[in-house]
């Protein structure tokens, strides 16, 4: 049997991406204001210079525009031996791609890469009605967060 390879390429934020739809992404998740081209570039180059961010984007390989992204903080602790733990924030998929899994590979995508970097968890707030979106992603409900442990 053939596997059919995802139209969708899961990667991290580049600065090509203010052009490809990422503001407008996140518009559909909250306000955004308004952001300069300029403004965007300063943020990315801020970002992409730091070891504890990390914007996970996906990218319709067929049209070149995003569908979906995700952020990943990592916060440096003293406690559990100065460990790190992943906060996950920033989760949309766009409407007309929804019911693809893209936010399921978005965060998959993220909960590596916080393994990779040393969290002992990832925590993810989100509202009520998401809550079953991220169980199906292996979160479980713990007091008032989603934890991955």
């Known amino acids: 049997m053939a596997t059919t ?20 992404l996140l518009a559909q998740l909250t306000t955004v204001g308004t952001v300069t081209a300029e403004q965007y570039e300063a943020r990315w180059q801020e970002l992409a210079g730091s070891p504890d961010y990390h914007v996970a984007v996906a990218e319709d390989t067929n049209t070149g525009s995003l569908a979906g992204t995700a952020t990943l903080m990592i ?64 979160l479980t409900r713990r007091e008032a967060q989603m934890v991955s442990q």
């Open 75 to 138: 916060e440096r602790k003293f406690i559990h031996g100065c460990s790190k733990v992943g906060h996950i924030e920033d989760v949309v998929v766009g409407q007309s791609a929804r019911g693809q899994k893209l936010g399921r590979r978005l965060i998959d995508e993220l909960i590596q890469v916080a393994a990779h970097a040393g969290c002992y968890k990832v925590i993810l707030d989100c509202a009520e009605h998401n809550v079953a979106f991220y169980e199906k992603c292996g």
């Open 5 to 24: 390879k995802s139209k969708y390429n899961v990667r991290k934020l580049e600065r090509e991406d203010y052009q490809k739809g990422h503001l407008d």
